[in-house]
């Protein structure tokens, strides 16, 4: 099933009913008046975060959400019915833009949590409102008023406990599927994660928590090189960042590639640079244990924590785990 992160769609809310011209007539109530009753208003279009969502992919078969318009009045004062409010359900972390200006207009995180996309119109007033002591038979009424509409764009940033960033075949899906029950797809070939993962890491003791794959992330990448500048937002959503660093690469050095991945995440939001952070050493059962010591000790005054691991073995992954659970604990974010 293909992940949608973007979409642009067109809200109409409900047109409000007409006002009615009527006249009460009636056996022997003479010149007995007007009794137009009102129209009703215009049903309105809410937009609601719903848990149940992942990604935005009922916004590729469909672009248009509209409500209900009012009844109009009828004779007897009878006031039309109101329209029916129209809710669309968008995946937690969604945020709604004014497609001209690109201002946020709501940032939907919590589940349940609604925005008033669309106000329905008022309905309009029937004659009996018109009627005066110059004008008892007034036949006039007014037309409801039209519901706003227009196109708004939503993007979603995934709502995740940790992320985790690298570059492409750093072995971020192997360490997810060793983590969680998620099954990415995993090939030794870069790029093979086109589109972000989530799975829940449970722990043996303590809640479980979310953990997102993002694609892998190359030089420029902030700039749209690549394919991880159109998940980077993803990131900002993460408490917890784990550098996931290929320890046994022949073509990249190391430490060149965390200080690519943290040039890349501070260019594209600097507030990113100050996220709980641990460094991952993936891959070190094809090193000997001399080159694992080698690469902590360059490592030592560039992150607080270092941690060697192997996704395909399971070699350091429950002190990850651990490490996991305390911080969570101490953010209050385990969920």
């Known amino acids: 099933m293909a992940f949608v992160d973007e979409a642009k769609f067109f809200v109409k809310a409900g047109d409000g009913g007409r006002g009615c011209v009527s006249f009460r007539r009636e056996m022997h109530v003479p010149r007995g008046g007007p009794d137009g009753g009102d129209g009703g208003r215009g049903g309105s279009v809410y937009i609601e975060a719903s848990s149940r969502l992942q990604s935005l992919l009922d916004f590729k078969f469909r672009s248009h959400f509209m ?157 749209g090189v690549g394919l991880g500048h159109k998940f980077l937002r993803h990131v900002e959503r993460t408490s917890i960042l784990l550098h996931v660093i290929d320890a046994s690469s022949l073509e990249t050095d190391p430490v060149e590639q965390f200080h690519m991945l943290a040039n890349e995440l501070a260019q594209f939001n600097d507030e990113l640079a100050d996220r709980t952070r641990l460094l991952l050493l993936n891959k070190i059962d094809l090193l000997a244990e001399d080159e694992v010591a080698a690469l902590q000790e360059r490592f030592a005054p560039l992150v607080d924590i270092c941690l060697p691991i192997s996704a395909e073995i399971g070699t350091g992954l429950p002190a990850l785990k651990e490490w996991l659970v305390e911080q969570l604990f101490e953010q209050g974010e385990t969920k």
């Not at 003791?205 to 953990?211: A, L, P, R, T, V």
């Open 67 to 223: 409500a209900k318009r009012g009844a109009h009045g009828k004779g007897k004062k009878m006031h039309g019915r109101k329209g029916a409010d129209y809710t669309v359900l968008v995946p937690c972390g969604s945020l709604i833009k004014d497609v001209d200006t690109g201002e946020v207009l709501a940032d939907l995180v919590d589940d349940g949590q609604q925005y008033l996309a669309a106000q329905g119109g008022i309905g309009g007033r029937g004659n009996v409102h018109f009627a005066s002591a110059t004008n008892r038979a007034p036949r006039m009424a007014d037309a409801g008023r039209p519901g706003d509409e227009g196109w708004l764009r939503i993007e979603l940033k995934l709502l995740a406990d940790v992320g985790l960033i690298g570059l492409p075949n750093a072995g971020k899906s192997t360490l997810l599927s060793q983590l969680s029950a998620a099954n990415p797809k995993v090939a030794p070939y870069p790029f093979t994660t086109l589109e972000p993962q989530l799975g829940i890491v449970n722990f043996d003791y303590g809640d479980s928590c979310i953990m997102a794959d993002i694609p892998g992330i190359i030089e420029g990448a902030h700039e």
